[in-house]
């Protein structure tokens, strides 16, 4: 009888799929996610816009209208070309895809997404994480050591970091960009929460590429990702976006959005804003300890052995978190909490405070 180990690579065996937790009754904390619905005034013109399409074609191959969007939007320099993706997923399989060649590394600090090296192992593409400090910052000289080390055709770096939340020092990080000898990415996901941006930083370095997604201003489920860079990498990644991978009612729905960007910006705004108020709160619950965040959730550490439990004790107060024990050595006993509106930051407040009086660990 046929097996599956029998044909896939041997990379590739005993994989595991990113696990989605079930979110049904539950105030939801664990995404990372605008936790706002859409602004007032897109609702009519939402539907109006949407019901019009003409879903019986194929979308704009090229994407032309929401990069337009993207661009007034984000500020996005007009030396930059830009490639779009069904989320900052696609756009790291694409660069994966591309680098991949035998004996080719990724080379990314960690703890880091796990998407990172989960992507790079399904693409058969090495890869060298390289941990942070015990303070969770960027080491920049094992950075560049590991990068002349290994000649990585990839580097990948997020900022702010995930899951850690803080925003790495940028002299640390352009001594990383300019080490790179293939692609560098920044990965600037959280960046609607952020202090600074790398933007600008496009015209210093040819190999920099900056990744972005509308995923964390409220659109999440539009399923949108952008890659801005130079011309000569983004053409040279074109060829291995599969056609029309857009589709046409993300492409409509996202430069509508765009248009009301403002909006969105407020939005992300008050999250900034209340990220202290319950960074605060939780930092005096008993046993708990709180890292500084610039994305739009927390870390926090509690005591040794019980995040599983307290986890699990959340999900029983009708709250869901994110378990992040066993993950990475250096996020042992944390947790991570989305900061959602103020009544449901309350509620994990609460609901934190009775599982720290009642843990019998």
Not at 24 to 51: C, H, Q, S, V, Y
Request: with cysteine; charged share 20%; hydrophobic share 50%.
């Amino acid at each position: 009888m046929s097996r599956p180990e029998d044909w896939l690579r041997p990379e590739l065996h005993g994989l595991q799929a990113y696990q989605i937790a079930e979110a049904d009754g539950l105030i939801k904390l664990d995404a990372m996610e605008n936790p706002f619905g859409l602004p007032a005034e897109l609702t009519d013109r939402w539907g109006e816009t949407l019901g019009g399409l003409p879903v019986n074609r194929y979308p704009d191959a090229s994407a032309r209208e929401v990069k337009q969007a993207l661009r007034r939007a984000m500020g996005i320099p007009a030396s930059a070309s830009l490639m779009l993706g069904n989320g900052s997923d696609e756009i790291l399989q694409i660069l994966m895809l591309a680098v991949a060649s035998p004996g080719a590394c990724l080379v990314t600090p960690a703890p880091g997404f796990a998407m990172f090296g989960l992507i790079a192992r399904t693409v058969g593409l090495r890869c060298v994480p390289v941990p942070l400090t015990d303070g969770f910052e960027l080491d920049a000289d094992a950075m560049v050591a590991a990068i002349e080390r290994e000649q990585p055709a990839l580097v990948i770096v997020a900022q702010p970091n995930n899951p850690t939340g803080n925003a790495f020092d940028a002299v640390a990080l352009r001594r990383v960009v300019a080490a790179a000898p293939g692609a560098m990415v920044i990965d600037e996901a959280y960046f609607p929460f952020a202090d600074d941006h790398c933007l600008d930083w496009l015209d210093d370095y040819p190999q920099l590429l900056i990744m972005r997604t509308v995923s964390k201003l409220g659109l999440a489920g539009l399923r949108l990702g952008l890659l801005a860079g130079a011309p000569a990498w983004v053409e040279a990644l074109e060829p291995l976006r599969l056609p029309y991978n857009v589709n046409t009612l993300s492409q409509a729905a996202a430069a509508l959005a765009l248009a009301h960007y403002p909006a969105f910006q407020a939005q992300a705004e008050a999250i900034r804003s209340e990220r202290p108020r319950l960074a605060s709160a939780l930092a005096v619950v008993p046993g708990v300890e709180v890292f500084p965040s610039q994305a739009n959730f927390l870390l926090m550490r509690v005591p040794p052995g019980r995040a599983p439990a307290w986890h699990a004790a959340l999900r029983e107060q009708g709250v869901l978190i994110k378990n992040l024990h066993g993950s990475h050595p250096q996020v042992a006993d944390c947790l991570r909490a989305t900061v959602g509106k103020p009544a449901e930051n309350d509620a994990l407040i609460r609901a934190l405070e009775v599982v720290a009086a009642t843990d019998r660990g």
